[in-house]
């Protein structure tokens, strides 16, 4: 739907729905108003029949937004839809944010927001098969996708070597570059935790801040997106009871941990940059801190609320008989590395 002016009543399907103004977008107030309602034409997740132990049918599966992005680095309209048939969920979008973003390109990101083809199907029927986890994202495939179609991404393609030669881009070496939480390497990225590939893929990396206020997240256990394999993601609260909704409302923490020391081989001084976004080689002879890198943090089970796939199993708003879901996480490793069901 088109939107345009800052207060209107819009009645759709019978029901109203008030549009407000944020930032420099138009949204619906109510964005979920629609969605919790069932249709009696889906089938219940009794139903169903799933073979697995979890169903997430009707839960989500009848949103339908068009909104003009007005941002100087958008100026597109964000379209995407979530629907379902008999056992899976559809997504169908263009992967253009629906809230305010950071300014691209800028001089560490040189790519601009284009629309893309999102076009992705998920299980109603969720299952576990892996105690560890398999990995996933970049060139592995898409580990989640927020409400609005933009993607989730945590992982960099930036590389570093034994010898400090480092590049933000295609890098070669063992050293797999972290986006967020250090200031050694500078991905260009915004208040979202987001930036753009060289495609014009808008992606987050960690915590979405401006989709959450959209969502009306306030301090509130908030369903931004879902997994590859069906789980749902919530985003940074839960409850300090994983089996209790009326317990209080908590930031959920992740088991993974910096590590004392790094590993043997880790350079510790950046000694050159090549190519990539900034463009141009630098020889910088900066130090490189702990945190860097993925491989500079350790799963320590039991000291945090989430497993090594950033998940858990508990109660939440949409499933108060409980689920397995993943949580975006405002530290390390901000968003799964890994999936645990079948995808």
């Not at 420099?24 to 979920?32: A, D, E, G, K």
């Not at 029949?49 to 680095?73: F, G, K, P």
């Not at 601009?112 to 592995?140: M, R, W, Y």
Request: hydrophobic fraction near 30%; include cysteine.
């Amino acid at each position: 739907m088109l939107l345009s002016n800052k207060n209107n009543y819009l009645l759709e399907k019978g029901r109203q729905m008030k549009i407000t103004k944020v930032g420099l977008i138009y949204s619906c107030s109510l964005l979920l108003c629609l969605i919790s309602c069932e249709d009696s034409s889906k089938k219940t997740p009794e139903e169903l029949l799933c073979e697995s132990e979890y169903s997430t049918a009707n839960i989500l599966v009848d949103i339908s937004e068009e909104v003009y992005n007005n941002d100087e680095s958008v100026k597109a309209y964000s379209r995407y839809s979530w629907t379902s048939n008999e056992t899976s969920r559809i997504l169908s979008g263009n992967g253009i944010p629906n809230h305010e973003v950071g300014t691209f390109p800028n001089p560490h990101n040189p790519n601009t927001i284009k629309e893309q083809n999102v076009n992705e199907t998920f299980t109603l029927c969720p299952s576990l098969v892996s105690d560890t986890g398999v990995q996933v994202g970049g060139p592995a495939g898409a580990i989640a996708y927020a409400i609005n179609s933009v993607k989730f991404d945590p992982g960099t393609a930036g590389r570093c070597d034994d010898s400090g030669t480092c590049s933000l881009a295609m890098g070669q070496g063992r050293w797999r570059i972290e986006a967020l939480g250090h200031n050694t390497f500078d991905f260009g990225d915004d208040m979202n935790h987001a930036h753009v590939q060289p495609t014009g893929e808008y992606h987050y990396h960690g915590m979405p801040e401006l989709l959450l206020d959209l969502l009306g997240q306030e301090k509130n256990m908030t369903l931004v997106g879902w997994a590859s394999d069906g789980f749902p993601v919530y985003a940074r609260y839960g409850y300090t009871d994983v089996n209790d909704s009326t317990s209080d409302i908590k930031i959920i923490k992740p088991s993974w941990k910096l590590k004392a020391t790094g590993d043997t081989g880790r350079p510790d001084t950046l000694k050159s940059l090549r190519g990539g976004p900034g463009s141009g080689d630098s020889n910088p002879n900066t130090a490189i801190p702990l945190g860097a890198f993925t491989q500079d943090f350790e799963y320590v089970e039991g000291s945090g609320d989430l497993d090594q796939c950033n998940g858990r199993f508990g109660v939440t708003p949409e499933f108060p008989e409980g689920i397995y879901y993943y949580m975006v996480t405002d530290e390390f490793p901000f968003f799964s590395r890994c999936l645990k069901g079948k995808f």
